[in-house]
């Protein structure tokens, strides 16, 4: 339930994206785009009331016997989706469009656009099990902090090398929009060797869980070595 | 704390409501939409925040004693906010604009689209104070749905009467969009009428409460008598 909570936020905000006043796309996930299959109405009230459900769904009564736990995951995801997180992210992102960003820019604007729902997605599972102590709450954020970034990088680099039949969504955006991403900021090749680099980061965060971390670590690769 | 949170969801629907591909107003509490005085970009991801901020602030550590008690709270706002509420309600409304409406049909789609949000904003009052036997619920439930529909049908009397100065927002949009309203339904006179029955039908509904509801009685007679 917690996942689903994830997604519907994450799925709300593709919708809103996608729209003519932001990313203006008319592909995603190899199909038309919410407001191109029906309209721009419809997409803005369905990406609102996904945002609703996120909530619905993570504050039902029963989801946890510990209520104090799910209202802080209920806490954790609101943060992570606000002003603070993804959508004040968003916000950084048209403000710098057509500007050059370098990489310690890029990488304040990626923390939050996807960077905080990726951390909230692994804290949520974290609330969902057993209790962690100070350090592994922090070992776990960095896992997830390196992992959200590598995921940035990587879509950088296929932006600029897929195809949209590959894809899924419109390649080559970044460049006709101007917006500066990893490529532009590093090149190609240093791009590349980042998200290795950030591959090797998140799963020497991952160390002290040991076996226990072992579906984290299959992200991590999965995300760096993912083709699409 | 909870009255903010209802705020903040009523105006993230509002900031959403006048963008041009939902109401397309350019006027609102006498000033300009937020998409006129910045863009429809902002205005989005505007709505969006302050939608998340809402839920931010309901579950944030500390607001009750009664945790089990806070996140109820969060439920019964998002289930008011979403598809099955306020959202579902705007989609209705849309959906609708433009075919004529009888007062039953009309009742339905405003007891989501603006009737959901004002009777979570009791029952999160309620929740805040001493608990409530069912019949009491039962009771303040019926107050805030009568409370609800009252404000719809005199929000349709006075756009037909009004002028944009007085409501600080453009009159007479009804009419010209075509939008089915209590008075194209019922006529001017028996709108009135039923705008009264109303607020007769809300203060019956608390008379249960005595004297612990003379707000609440205050606020029937505000809604229905106000003239902006």
Redesign the interface.
């Known amino acids: 339930m917690a996942a689903a909570a994830v997604e519907m936020i994450h799925a709300?905000?593709l919708v809103?994206d996608d729209?003519p006043?932001?990313d203006d796309d008319v592909l995603r996930r190899g199909k038309p785009t919410v407001h191109v299959e029906f309209?721009?109405?419809?997409a803005?009230?369905v990406?609102?009331?996904l945002?609703?459900?996120a909530?619905?769904l993570l504050?039902?009564?029963g989801l946890l016997t510990d209520?104090?736990v799910?209202?802080?995951m209920?806490?954790t995801?609101?943060?992570a989706?606000?002003?603070r997180?993804m959508?004040?992210g968003?916000?950084i992102d048209?403000e710098s469009t057509g500007k050059p960003l370098d990489a310690a820019e890029l990488e304040f604007m990626h923390v939050h656009k996807t960077g905080a729902l990726i951390r909230a997605a692994v804290m949520l599972g974290a609330h969902c099990g057993s209790e962690l102590d100070a350090g592994e709450a922090a070992s776990l954020d960095r896992y997830a902090k390196c992992v959200g970034l590598a995921f940035q990088v990587v879509d950088d680099v296929l932006d600029a090398e897929a195809d949209s039949a590959t894809l899924g969504k419109t390649a080559g955006k970044d460049a006709v929009q101007g917006k500066a991403t990893y490529v532009t900021a590093l090149g190609l090749s240093r791009a590349k060797s980042l998200a290795q680099d950030l591959r090797a980061q998140s799963l020497a965060a991952l160390a002290p869980f040991g076996a226990r971390a072992t579906r984290l670590a299959q992200l991590a690769d999965f995300i760096v070595l993912r083709k699409f």
Chains 1, 2 share one sequence.
């Not at 309209?39 to 419809?42: G, K, V, Y």
């Open positions: 709300y905000s809103h729209m006043c932001m309209d721009q109405a419809t803005l009230l990406g609102d009331a945002q609703s459900l909530f619905q504050s039902a009564p209520e104090g799910q209202l802080r209920v806490h995801l609101a943060q989706s606000g002003s997180g959508a004040g968003q916000a048209l």
